[in-house]
């Protein structure tokens, strides 16, 4: 094994490049072998009506606990055990609705290879990943998925390297499958997710983040400007809704239309607000995204956005600072 470092570099960067390498070549080799059997492994999980419990025990442990992980946060519930755990009592968590998802590279572990029996009286189905087709546990599963490579990226060819990053690949697209497959959308990616930014974006409505239609400064079209300039202040918003009887908005008069207001000369004492109003502003429902709201402000370059009811009537307002204090841009 050449192990001579690239001209010009260091030991250290030239085995880290080598280590890259032989990843990327072990990843890119599985697909290849993507076929029939995935397929089938993927029918196995969509047909029953229990949990999916991966499992292994070192190196492949770790594997399998991110897999259950990514299994559980895409649609396809999951759960992690571990397999020395499972035959002294974890093995009862396991029902025969359940499919288990086996990893070992070498297909040999003892410990995964003790359970295997249990399961299967058990009724579960088996789906093992191994480097081995020939291997024990290749052999007694329903499903086999080769994640075998041709080298481990350790010097020594013996510490897990390659052989952990097939594997994790390999039960990402897995899960990707499963994931298109149940029609899983972002939004129940969120749901999964509530604490996330995708959760913030996606589970939160205007009417959680919006200031109430009693706390939105709002004045008549008859008002004059000084009066709407008052209003404005007193809210704390940079803006002041126009409004008619029916509380619906005529307009929004906003510190940007002060400005220009004033660069034409606009005498503040005696106009009145319709003059210098924004006629015919922008609303959503409060109903609509958060996300949704952050995207037409962000479009038509406004601060602030008016909330109103399916009668048209102000129920509320919001800036893009309640924006930001919610987390959702």
């Known amino acids: 094994m050449d192990s001579t470092p690239e001209t010009g570099d260091s030991r250290a960067v030239a085995l880290a490049r080598r280590v890259l390498r032989i990843?990327?070549?072990?990843?890119?080799a599985l697909a290849d072998r993507i076929g029939a059997d995935f397929e089938r492994a993927v029918d196995i999980i969509r047909q029953r009506h229990g949990r999916v419990i991966?499992?292994?025990?070192?190196?492949?442990?770790?594997?399998?606990?991110?897999?259950?992980?990514?299994?559980?946060?895409?649609?396809?519930?999951?759960y992690f055990v571990h397999a020395a755990e499972a035959a002294h009592g974890d093995l009862g968590m396991i029902t025969p609705e359940d499919?288990?998802?086996?990893?070992?590279?070498?297909?040999?572990?003892?410990?995964?290879?003790?359970?295997?029996?249990?399961?299967?009286r058990q009724g579960a189905r088996l789906?093992?990943?191994?480097?081995?087709?020939?291997?024990?546990?290749?052999?007694?599963?329903?499903?086999h998925l080769d994640a075998?490579?041709?080298?481990?990226?350790?010097?020594?060819?013996?510490a897990p390297t390659a052989?952990?990053?097939?594997?994790?690949?390999?039960?990402?697209?897995?899960?990707?499958?499963?994931?298109?497959?149940?029609?899983?959308?972002?939004?129940?990616?969120?749901?999964?997710?509530?604490?996330?930014?995708?959760?913030?974006?996606?589970?939160?409505?205007?009417?959680d983040v919006m200031r109430p239609a009693d706390a939105v400064p709002r004045v008549r079209p008859d008002a004059l400007?000084?009066?709407?300039l008052l209003a404005?202040?007193?809210?704390?918003?940079?803006?002041?809704?126009?409004?008619?009887?029916?509380?619906?908005?005529?307009?929004?008069?906003?510190d940007g239309d002060l400005r220009r207001a004033l660069e034409k000369g606009c005498d503040v004492r005696s106009a009145h607000v319709t003059a210098v109003m924004s006629h015919n502003p922008r609303n959503i429902g409060p109903q609509a995204l958060a996300a949704e709201a952050a995207e037409v402000m962000e479009r038509l370059r406004i601060s602030q956005l008016l909330v109103v009811d399916g009668d048209n009537r102000l129920v509320g307002a919001l800036t893009t600072h309640d924006l930001m204090r919610a987390k959702v841009i």
């Open 23 to 28: 990843e990327a070549d072990a990843v890119a």
């Open 163 to 207: 052989s952990t990053t097939a594997a994790l690949a390999l039960g990402d697209a897995l899960a990707v499958a499963l994931l298109d497959a149940r029609g899983f959308a972002a939004e129940d990616f969120a749901r999964s997710h509530p604490g996330g930014a995708l959760g913030r974006r996606l589970l939160t409505h205007v009417a």
């Open 127 to 143: 789906i093992s990943m191994t480097g081995r087709p020939e291997s024990p546990l290749a052999v007694q599963a329903d499903v």
């Open 99 to 120: 499919v288990v998802i086996a990893l070992s590279n070498s297909g040999t572990s003892e410990e995964v290879l003790t359970i295997v029996p249990l399961v299967k």
């Open 54 to 78: 991966v499992t292994g025990i070192g190196k492949s442990g770790h594997i399998a606990r991110k897999l259950a992980a990514t299994l559980a946060s895409t649609g396809t519930p999951a």
């Open 225 to 228: 400007l000084s009066s709407a």
């Open 232 to 254: 404005m202040t007193a809210g704390g918003m940079g803006m002041t809704a126009i409004v008619d009887s029916d509380d619906r908005p005529q307009g929004i008069f906003t």
């Open 148 to 158: 075998a490579v041709a080298e481990e990226a350790c010097p020594l060819n013996l």
